[in-house]
């Protein structure tokens, strides 16, 4: 595993700064390194926690914050000669002898293993912490370089290629600034897993201190307890050395934060005093063109290695590694020296595809800066949007192959991750043995290499269209209003053409060529659409019209109902859409096959919906015709009484006496019974009960309730009305008045019988008629004492107590 993590770091150096890779290769051992200190029976943690432990010999690791690297790598070397002084004392794996239980036997295997992790846990911290070591010397360097930096100690012979040198590198330190600072971000949302692990542990290791306490009266269990507790703490030692390790990455991450930080800003005060009265120049763009020259013979140097390569591999010779010494596998099965030969193929042949294209991406930035020094001095706006044009073109293919390169470096990276994970849990049979294995991931090791060189070339030139177009923009910044109106009038002419031609789908349909129909697909597109609602919108506008006019004709010379005219006009305007619908989509040749696209399920689902509608429609066809009620009229439908306000063409609305607007669907009125009050004439008739008590004059009381009828203004003559001696009630004689009124839109049947039982409460009172109201009568014999009894409540054995 350390030789894992050297490579990786092998592999960072030999990426560069540019290319992005070595804050992945960081994490990446970070990750394996955090990974190693788990025992495989415990569940795999994140590599970035937080939290630091520091251990005491035989007790429970504790936290504490900081760290002190001098101070620590002292720590870590003693713990990590203890860690070896007691692996040492262990027997080898073949000469151990096995106990009496199966759990001893498990035991000492766990031991093992639980010292060869942490040993190699305590190496990785030390060259951990020589990185961050030396990542703070030169930080303060940096920091002190920035603030005492003053100025070129010397001219250079290209100004422009040193300010956009310094430009481009203000842009990539800016990128770093803030990937560094999302990745503070995600260290500070996990840390606080390892420390509940950290104490998880804690706990279960004072728990087996004293379960081995309470054992000392049985030696062999606290034999075996004793055992288990020495594998919980080593166990804890591990969960502090992740801690240790997860507060050394965030440090790490920390100083490269405040070095890149050091590093903008000194780039920024250069970038100020280079970019002052600086112009590209001829000598420049030579200049250019030889440094790509130049790098291109390497490229071709190293293209030319490879095909030396391919004739090692056809020879059986070994080939150079990515360290750059030969690599001699020594391998005896022909299955694995063909996989290895296989692979090495596999990796020269990626090598040679990404330095083939890096070298093209050399060519093209030579043809950006060709383009650069032509637009140099442009002044016109026409040729300023091709260059626009231009920019945008390739930045847009830059981007496309920058995200699929980006897709297999991070494919190689899991393989390689996966594969370092299988080896450290132990409990994962591996067929492939420890040298091939190692091959296979130097060789993976170095496609990372050779993808993220790759990125870097694709980086470099997306930087240098970005700052092609600052250059454009900062001299077409400023521009006459003219100019913004012909700049305006281009863009939009090009945009609404593209946009008025834009296919939004094909419908199928019969289409006539050469007087012969076949079967085809016509183009639904953005203007047809367009002059089909025009078509309605103007439509529907001459058709309201029209109906208005309509409506106020069959009023003022067909003497119609205003009611039933304002129901025609609704039917006229649906018949119109309807025909605007059709004839819209027959002038711009839409096939009514363009709905076909809502599906088979849809379909089903707007069929039964139009279902209900076209039952609605034809109910209220139907209502236009027979008229069984016009608005205004007193209807009761389903538990529902109002006046008809409205009659649509689904629905109609009635009006309740409350005040609340019900809308109903025509195909009720159909469908159910309906009691139409005003259908013939508005009078309807109502009565108002009445009960007076026993031992009043009849007579007077019929008498009085008719003169009360005939003093209501609102109650009919014709057909006048009476009253009937209804029936003997149990507490009062009851009486019917019954009236007839006329039903009108101002007039309410219940105010009426309000305003009348108002007056007959008066008359009677006036009279000494009493209305009667329910009582009682008790008669009480006299002739006998009464008989009192006092019960109880019986209990639940049924014995009564008195």
Not at 49 to 70: L, R, W
Not at 128 to 138: D, H, P, S, T, V
Not at 465 to 493: G, N, Q, Y
Not at 697 to 715: D, M, N, S
Request: charge should be negative; aromatic fraction near 6%; glycine fraction near 4%.
């Amino acid at each position: 595993m350390l030789q894992f993590i050297k490579q990786c770091c092998i592999v960072s150096s030999r990426v560069g700064y540019r290319s992005k890779i070595p804050g992945i290769i960081r994490v990446l051992i970070s990750l394996l390194m955090l990974l190693v200190l788990t025992p495989t029976s415990a569940a795999p943690s994140s590599p970035l926690m937080s939290g630091i432990m520091k251990q005491s010999s035989g007790k429970p690791e504790t936290v504490k914050s900081g760290i002190n690297p001098a101070a620590l790598v002292e720590d870590i070397k003693k713990k990590l000669a203890e860690t070896n002084e007691k692996r040492a004392l262990m027997p080898p794996e073949e000469e151990t002898v096995a106990p009496s239980t199966e759990v001893g036997v498990d035991n000492m295997t766990k031991r093992r293993l639980y010292l060869k992790q942490l040993a190699y846990t305590y190496e990785a911290l030390l060259s951990r912490l020589e990185n961050l070591q030396a990542g703070l010397k030169r930080r303060i360097e940096l920091e002190k370089e920035a603030t005492d930096w003053s100025g070129f100690s010397e001219q250079s012979a290209h100004p422009f290629l040193r300010a956009d040198e310094l430009e481009e590198l203000v842009r990539t330190l800016s990128k770093r600034h803030d990937e560094i600072e999302s990745w503070i971000d995600a260290i500070d949302a996990t840390g606080l897993l390892i420390v509940n692990t950290v104490e998880n542990s804690t706990v279960k290791l004072r728990q087996a201190d004293e379960a081995v306490e309470r054992a000392k009266n049985s030696p062999d269990l606290q034999a075996l307890l004793s055992s288990d507790r020495d594998l919980l703490l080593l166990q804890n030692q591990m969960d502090a050395a992740r801690a240790i390790g997860f507060q050394i990455e965030k440090q790490t991450v920390q100083e490269e934060l405040v070095e890149t930080r050091a590093r903008l800003q000194l780039a920024t005060k250069q970038l100020g005093v280079a970019s002052e009265h600086v112009e590209l120049t001829q000598q420049d763009l030579e200049q250019v063109h030889k440094n790509i020259e130049i790098e291109s013979q390497h490229i071709i140097h190293e293209l030319n290695y490879l095909v030396s390569e391919f004739e090692a591999l056809n020879q059986g010779k070994p080939v150079p590694d990515i360290t750059g010494r030969a690599a001699q596998p020594q391998l005896a099965e022909p299955a694995a020296i063909e996989q290895l030969r296989q692979a090495q193929r596999e990796n020269a042949d990626i090598k040679q595809l990404m330095l083939s294209r890096i070298l093209a991406y050399l060519e093209l930035k030579r043809d950006i800066w060709n383009f650069r020094w032509a637009y140099a001095k442009v002044t016109d706006h026409e040729k300023a949007r091709e260059a626009y044009d231009k920019i945008a073109k390739n930045q847009v293919f830059l981007k496309s192959v920058r995200d699929y390169i980006s897709k297999l470096r991070q494919r190689v990276l899991e393989r390689v991750t996966d594969q370092a994970v299988k080896e450290i849990n132990f409990g994962v049979t591996v067929t492939e043995s420890h040298i091939l294995r190692n091959e296979l991931r130097n060789l993976d090791l170095d496609q990372v290499v050779s993808y993220s060189r790759l990125l870097g070339a694709i980086e470099s030139t997306e930087n240098l269209l970005d700052r092609c177009k600052l250059e454009l923009d900062a001299r077409f910044r400023v521009i006459s209003f003219t100019d913004h109106l012909k700049e305006a009038f281009f863009t939009a002419r090009d945009f609404l053409s593209q946009v008025w031609t834009f296919e939004l789908f094909a419908a199928q349909d019969t289409i006539e060529v050469d007087g012969q129909q076949i079967s085809g697909k016509r183009s639904i597109t953005v203007d047809k659409v367009v002059t089909a609602l025009a078509i309605l919108i103007f439509g529907y506008m001459i058709a309201v019209r029209l109906a208005n006019l309509i409506e106020r004709l069959s009023v003022t010379r067909f003497d119609m109902d205003p009611s039933q005219a304002h129901i025609v006009r609704r039917w006229i305007m649906f018949l119109q859409v309807m025909i605007l619908v059709v004839a819209s989509m027959m002038v711009v040749r839409i096939p009514l096959t363009v709905f076909a696209f809502m599906g088979g399920a849809v379909a089903i689902g707007a069929g039964f919906g139009m279902q209900n509608l076209l039952k609605n429609l034809i109910s209220g066809l139907m209502l236009l015709i027979e008229r069984p009620f016009r608005p205004g009229d007193m209807v009761e439908v389903g538990g529902v009484r109002g006046r008809v306000t409205d009659i649509g063409v689904r629905s109609s609305h009635i009006l309740e006496a409350n005040g609340i607007e019900t809308l109903i669907p025509n195909s009720t009125f159909i469908e159910q019974n309906v009691t139409n009050w005003t259908l013939s004439d508005q009078s309807v008739r109502i009565v108002v009960n009445i009960g007076v008590a026993y031992g009043s004059p009849i007579k007077e009381v019929t008498r009085l309730l008719l003169e009360v009828a005939e003093r209501h203004g609102l109650v009919l003559n014709e057909p006048a009305p009476f009253v009937l001696f209804e029936d003997f009630g149990s507490d009062a004689l009851l009486f019917g008045l019954y009236i007839w009124i006329e039903l009108k839109r101002d007039v309410s049947w219940k105010v009426i019988t309000s305003d009348l039982r108002y007056m007959i409460h008066k008359t009677l009172d006036e009279h000494g008629i009493v209305i009667a109201f329910p009582q009682r009568d008790i008669h009480i014999d006299a002739s006998r004492p009464l008989e009192i009894r006092v019960l109880a409540d019986a209990p639940e054995t049924g014995s009564v107590k008195g």
